[in-house]
């Protein structure tokens, strides 16, 4: 399998305190890995950076072999910890602003995400609770054809028949040639979806590896691995 | 391109639709005035100044939020996450300030017009409009002066800490140099026209808009406003970092 992301090097600080020190990781394509560590661990640090929201102290950043750059970017798919659509806009406001903006968004697949997350098209977004606005963001973000999907605490604020449907859509809605990096503390949420584990905390990747290595070789579920690797940081 | 500078013009007309709203109350104000009796007329003519004077200033601060202020908004993570390059989309912003100035500088003469006919329509002609290029392209440079100073502080960690405080030093540097040079080249060249304002028409303001009549300030304005766009998309494309949490 092919590499969707490779990160080498990595490193960032905020005003003199390091966030993230030296990471190295890689993606492979088809694969949803799960990006885990507590509060302030430096997830959407390291989300915003991959989007080139925040710019790296050092470090090379390739998606699909391209260097970041605006090629790199419109591989990726980004959906951040907050909502950020401007207030006046409507749901079908924003599919249509995708529409415009991204080439690789499919409108077919809009309306199929709006009926199965149950997304009223004609509701202002600032109108909707917030975990309905997840749900917007989560259906702008798999309806385009991306290579990577960058989703940044996705299950914050839904309540649990909206987590499963998020769920049902990542294992339904990803191809085979992309690949999702969630970015959550709650790990319950993605036990059964992620296949590689990326547990960071204070800017350090603690551990890096398969799901089901975790289950077969450490005979532990994701859930008591963090809660195992994170009491020992 | 064209889509960008679409949903810009969405976004402004759905935070600012007071603006062209109450412009449009204004002209039927003054034009009210011409049928009415004496003291209506006066009222009529009352209102619709001072309604045109607050659009006219809206307008103008509008313009100047339109070139900058959409960064320090949350929605600017999704305008920063489209796969366009930096300067497209400061251009179209650029475009759209240039446009919202122009139509702000548009309303304000013709009313003008109209107050000087005592309410008639009576429409803006070229020697109204000798002035507007050189005031829009004015404002345009002021406009761009404030999105560059506002770049180069989220561009610096140390100018980050304290952004409204480092824009406007920074800003308030740029204009007075940017003004001064010029004055300074223009009369050190004989080519300095001072300002005159006519009291016979209102409209007849000569002098510190037509400077931009002439070639040089004209040329300077324009590539200042070129230099800050490349500057600033250099910028927001390489350094440009913001986030709510600092």
Redesign the interface.
């Known amino acids: 399998m092919s590499n969707i992301l490779t990160v080498k090097g990595l490193s960032k600080r905020f005003f003199g305190s390091p966030v993230l020190e030296d990471l190295e990781f890689s993606i492979e394509s088809g694969r949803v890995v799960g990006l885990m560590g507590p509060n302030g661990a430096g997830k959407t640090t390291l989300i915003k950076i991959l989007m080139q929201l925040y710019r790296p102290d050092r470090g090379e950043i390739t998606v699909s072999g391209k260097p970041a750059g605006i090629a790199s970017k419109g591989l990726l798919s980004y959906m951040p910890d907050t909502n950020f659509l401007p207030s006046w806009m409507r749901v079908r406001d924003a599919i249509h602003y995708y529409s415009d903006l991204f080439v690789d968004f499919d409108a077919e697949r809009s309306r199929e995400l709006c009926e199965s997350l149950h997304l009223a098209r004609d509701k202002k977004v600032t109108s909707l609770s917030k975990g309905t606005i997840k749900r917007v963001l989560v259906m702008l973000a798999l309806s385009r054809r991306a290579a990577l999907y960058l989703l940044d605490e996705p299950f914050a604020g839904i309540d649990p028949l909206g987590t499963e449907q998020v769920i049902k859509t990542l294992l339904t809605g990803v191809r085979e040639d992309s690949s999702v990096l969630i970015a959550t503390h709650q790990v319950k949420n993605i036990e059964t979806v992620v296949d590689d584990l990326l547990f960071l905390n204070f800017g350090h990747i603690l551990l890096c590896d398969s799901a089901e290595n975790i289950r077969e070789f450490r005979g532990q579920s994701v859930e008591a691995c963090y809660l195992e690797v994170f009491s020992h940081a | 391109m064209l889509?960008?500078l679409?949903?810009d013009t969405?976004?402004y007309i759905?935070?600012n639709y007071l603006i062209p709203l109450g412009m449009v109350v204004s002209f039927v104000f003054a034009l009210i005035s011409a049928k009415s009796g004496s003291f209506m007329a006066s009222l009529f003519t009352d209102l619709s100044a001072g309604l045109a004077f607050i659009l006219f200033a809206a307008g103008l601060v509008s313009a100047l939020n339109t070139s900058y202020r959409w960064l320090t908004?949350?929605?600017h993570?999704?305008e920063?996450?489209?796969?366009?390059?930096a300067w497209m989309i400061l251009l179209s912003k650029i475009v759209l300030a240039a446009v919202v100035n122009l139509a702000a500088c548009l309303f304000i003469l013709q009313l003008s017009v109209i107050w000087g006919n005592s309410g008639r329509l009576i429409l803006l002609n070229i020697q109204n409009l000798k002035g507007v290029p050189g005031m829009v392209l004015l404002l345009l440079m002021i406009d761009c002066t404030v999105m560059f100073a506002y770049i180069v502080t989220m561009s610096f960690?140390r100018l980050r800490?304290s952004p409204a405080l480092s824009t406007s030093i920074l800003a308030a540097i740029l204009l007075i140099g940017i003004i001064t040079f010029c004055a300074l080249y223009m009369s050190a060249r004989g080519t300095l026209i001072l300002p005159s304002i006519s009291t016979q028409n209102v409209l007849s303001v000569s002098g510190s808009l037509l400077v931009f009549s002439i070639v040089f300030p004209t040329l300077f304005a324009l590539a200042t406003i070129l230099l800050e766009l490349l500057g600033s998309s250099i910028l927001l494309?390489?350094?440009f970092?913001k986030?709510e949490t600092y």
């Open positions: 889509k960008k679409k949903w969405l976004d759905h935070r908004r949350k929605s993570l999704l920063l996450a489209t796969p366009l390059p960690k800490k494309g390489k350094s970092e986030d």
